[in-house]
C-alpha cells in the first residue's frame, strides 16, 4: 500500500472513532481497584461520588439502592443478581464487601454505571500553591478511649474506640501525605490515661491537638456532629498561676519572666486565652467543612471542661463524629467509606484554618 493511501486510511479510521462517540472508551477517573479472587472490583460508593449518584445501604439486608434521574438499581452484598430499572442482571461476579467498603466487579462498571451514569460530577480544584504543612508542621491525633475502656456501644455492637482508631488513622494518612508530622496517642487498641495523653501532647511541641470521639445519648433520636474547646471558665487567675508554677514558659528573649511568678502568670493567661481564640476558630472550619462535605446535622461548636483539653498547652479541639446511641449514624458509622469522609473533612477543616492563619499572617 501507497504512503500516501495509508495517510488516508488512518485520517478515516481517525474520523470514525471520533464521530461514533468513542463508546468504548473509558472514563478518566481516579479509582482504586481490587484484585479479589482473580477478579477486578471497584469501590460502589467513591464510584457514585464521582457520578453523582445517589446511594443508600442498609447494613442489615446489606442491600444498596443507587438512583439518579429516571434510573433505579438495587443490588446486594454476596449476591450476583442485580435489578437495572426493574430488570435481572446476572454478573459473572458477585458483589462483595472488601475492607469495609462496598466493591462492585468490573463488568458491573462497565455494563450499569458506564452505560446509565456517563456524567462525571465537578469536583471543585484544590488551592495551587498552598501547602498545609507551611502552617501546621506536627499534630497530634488522640483516638479517644482504647483497650479496656471501649467507649460508647452501639445497638448492632459498634464499640466507640474502634470507630475513633479508624477515624484517627484515616486523617494520620492524610496529614502525612501533605508533609505534615503526625503523632497518635494510640495507634492500636490500647488504653492510654487521660494525664498521659496530655503529658503526649505536650512533650511533643505540637501545633494543633485533635481528639476523636464518637457520641452516646439516653435519647436516641440525638444526632449530630459537634466539637469542643476547653471552656472559657477555666481561663482564670488560679488556673494561670498553676500553670506559671508548673511549667516551663520558653521566652528567650524575656528572661526577666522567670524572676515574676505573677507575670509569668499574666503571660500564661494570655497565651491560655490565645490557644483557646485559635481552638474555637478550628472547631469553626471543621463544623463548616463537614456541613459543606457531608449530609450530616452539624451541631456546632461548644465548651467543655474535658481534662484531655483543658491540660493541653496549644489549641485543642475534641470532635465528635456522630451518635452510636442513635441507630442511623450508629450505620453510618460502621461504613468504612463514611469512616473515610468524616477523615477528609476534619482535614479540609484543618487546610482552611491553616490557610486563615496565612492570611492574618500576611504569607
Not at 470507630?163 to 487498641?189: H, P, Q, W
Not at 496549644?314 to 441507630?327: H, I, Q
Not at 476534619?346 to 492574618?360: C, K, N, V, W
Request: charged share 25%; hydrophobic share 45%; aromatic share 8%.
Amino acid at each position: 500500500m501507497k504512503p500516501k493511501n495509508q495517510i488516508i486510511l488512518a485520517f478515516i479510521f481517525c474520523a470514525v472513532i471520533t464521530f461514533s462517540g468513542c463508546a468504548t472508551a473509558p472514563l478518566k477517573e481516579a479509582l482504586p481497584v481490587y484484585n479479589i479472587k482473580g477478579a477486578t472490583y471497584y469501590p460502589l460508593i467513591p464510584l457514585c461520588e464521582l457520578r453523582g449518584v445517589n446511594w443508600q445501604y442498609d447494613t442489615f439486608t446489606r442491600i444498596v439502592s443507587l438512583s439518579k434521574g429516571a434510573h433505579r438499581v438495587s443490588l446486594k452484598a454476596g449476591d450476583d443478581l442485580v435489578l437495572v430499572n426493574q430488570r435481572a442482571l446476572i454478573l459473572n461476579h458477585p458483589v462483595d464487601i472488601y475492607e469495609g467498603t462496598i466493591v462492585v466487579p468490573a463488568k458491573f462498571k462497565e455494563q450499569v454505571i458506564d452505560v446509565l451514569f456517563k456524567t462525571l460530577k465537578s469536583t471543585p480544584a484544590k488551592p495551587v500553591g498552598f501547602n498545609i504543612s507551611a502552617k501546621i508542621r506536627k499534630v497530634i491525633i488522640d483516638a479517644g478511649h482504647g483497650g479496656n475502656d471501649p467507649g460508647a456501644i452501639g445497638r448492632t455492637g459498634l464499640r466507640e474506640k474502634d470507630v475513633n482508631l479508624d477515624i484517627a488513622k484515616r486523617l494520620a494518612i492524610l496529614l502525612r501525605s501533605e508533609g505534615v508530622n503526625v503523632v497518635m496517642t494510640r495507634s492500636t487498641d490500647r488504653f492510654i490515661p487521660l494525664d498521659m495523653r496530655v503529658q503526649i501532647t505536650n512533650n511533643a511541641k505540637v501545633d494543633l491537638f485533635i481528639s476523636i470521639h464518637s457520641n452516646a445519648n439516653h435519647a436516641r433520636s440525638m444526632n449530630g456532629f459537634e466539637v469542643y474547646y476547653v471552656a472559657t471558665s477555666l481561663n482564670d487567675a488560679k488556673r494561670a498561676l498553676l500553670a506559671a508554677r508548673s511549667a516551663n514558659l520558653n521566652l528567650e528573649s524575656a528572661s526577666f519572666a522567670s524572676n515574676s511568678l505573677e507575670l509569668r502568670a499574666i503571660l500564661w493567661d494570655m497565651l491560655y486565652a490565645y490557644d483557646r481564640a485559635e481552638s474555637i476558630q478550628l472547631a469553626r472550619n471543621i463544623c463548616k467543612s463537614v456541613g459543606s462535605n457531608m449530609d450530616v446535622r452539624v451541631i456546632g461548636v461548644k465548651d467543655a471542661r474535658y481534662e484531655v483539653l483543658r491540660g493541653a498547652r496549644v489549641p485543642a479541639v475534641l470532635v465528635e463524629t456522630g451518635f452510636l446511641s442513635n441507630y442511623k449514624e450508629e450505620r453510618m458509622l460502621k461504613n468504612g467509606y463514611y469512616r473515610q469522609k468524616v477523615a477528609e473533612s476534619i482535614m479540609e477543616g484543618l487546610r482552611d484554618y491553616a490557610q486563615g492563619l496565612a492570611s492574618t499572617e500576611g504569607v
